[in-house]
Structures are given as C-alpha cells and as structure tokens.
C-alpha cells in the first residue's frame, strides 16, 4: 500500500541520515550540535547565576535546533527582576542569551526584608550586595499597601524622567494621608524636613524648591526649625518654619 511504501521509504532515509553523520562525526571531524556551552550577558553575580542554572538544566547536552526553546524562555522570564529574554542558536555547540533586567525605581522596606520594586510596578527580588543600588526606599508601613505603591510607581517615575538630579538625592517617599501632608511626600539627603509634591504633577515645582533651597537654606549648618517644604502650589515653593521665623516663599515668573 502506498502509505506503506512511504513510511519504509522514510525509515530508509533517516537511517541513512544518521548513519551519514555518526561516520561524518566519528571519523571526519564533523561537530555534533549539540549544546555545550551557554554564553549568558545582561546580568552578573547572583542573577547571573540563577539564569545559568536554569539554562544548564533545560539545555545542556540538548540537541542545538531541537532543545525547547520556548520552555526556557518562560522560565527565565518568569524571575521578576527579568524584563525580557533573547536567545540565540550559535552552531556548532554554543547558546547565547542576553537578558534584559528590569530598572529599581525604589526599595520596600518591610518586616520579611528589604524588596526591589521595578519601574513597571513589579515587585523584583530582594536587595542584596549583588543588586544594591542607590534608589529612594518606602519604609512607610501605611504607604505600602498596593494602590498607595502604584501612586508612588507614578510619582517616582516622573521625578526620575523630568527631575532626575532630584530624583537621584531622594532617600524616603511616602504617601500622606492626614492633615498639611495629605499626598506623596519625599526626603532629601541631609535634609530632615519633609518635602510635600503635587498630587496630579509631582516634578512641577521642584525648580522652585531648588532655587528656595540655593537662595536660603544651601550654607545654614542647622535646618532643624525648618518643618516642612511644600510644592503644591502653582509655580512656587514654600517653606514652613518656627513660629518666630517668617514663611519666606520664592514665585516662579
């Protein structure tokens, strides 16, 4: 029968194919392509490692063009700090993967441990002296719950994007809820003072805070009567201190 015909013919054909490449590989040198080696770029130190052991376990010893390629992928990506992953076949032996990492916008201080939160609003893994970076942190208990974070996400987002050199001196954010700080506030480096932001545009008013700060406060060794810096209103900074010192405030023309 013809199908009959067909499967014999085609049993003949891979028999002869492989024999063709054992005496090829054997006795003429020819390569097996087979995975040997996994070149891994885009991360470092424990990430690194943690990518290579996946790696080693789904694809060493694979066949180069045979090995589940999808599989991997979706395992690595499957890391939260892992934004997106390219492979790469190189014959004879060789497999490459370049990852791409996503960016810490700020830390998530809480009991369990100190937690990297990405600029996507993905909660990344924890801080460790491989991932330490220099970025805000959100120890807040009252700022951590799920919506409070996702408004930070976008007020820490649009500080890096418009203020950057701002953004970069930032060592707290929080999200007030109460009283004369109902909003996302942040701290300064070596600055005490709590520094309240525009709800709607956070980074608007910055300048003005910087030109205030320059102007006034940059030489004062002691800043502990200032109690607050408030940029929520329209293009001007204003300062609250002591009862027995003025309100200075600098208008943005």
Known sequence: MPWIRFCVVLTLVVLAGWGALEIGQRYLGIQRLVIEQINISGCQWDRLAEVQQIADELCKGKPLFMFDADQLQTKIESLRWVMAVLIRREPPDRLSIVIEERQPLFMLARPSGVLLMSEDGIIMDRVSQSNLTTVPVVADPASQDEQTLLRLVQVARALKA????????????????????????????????????????????????????IQLYLNKPDLSNVRYFDLRWDKQATVGELPENAAPQIQMR
């Open 162 to 213: 418009q203020q950057p050199d701002f953004y970069a001196r930032l060592t707290e954010l929080r999200w007030a809820n109460q009283g004369l700080s109902n909003g996302p506030t942040v701290f300064l480096e070596g600055v005490q003072a709590p520094i309240y932001l525009s709800k709607l545009e956070p980074a608007r008013n910055v300048p003005s805070f910087q030109a205030l700060f």
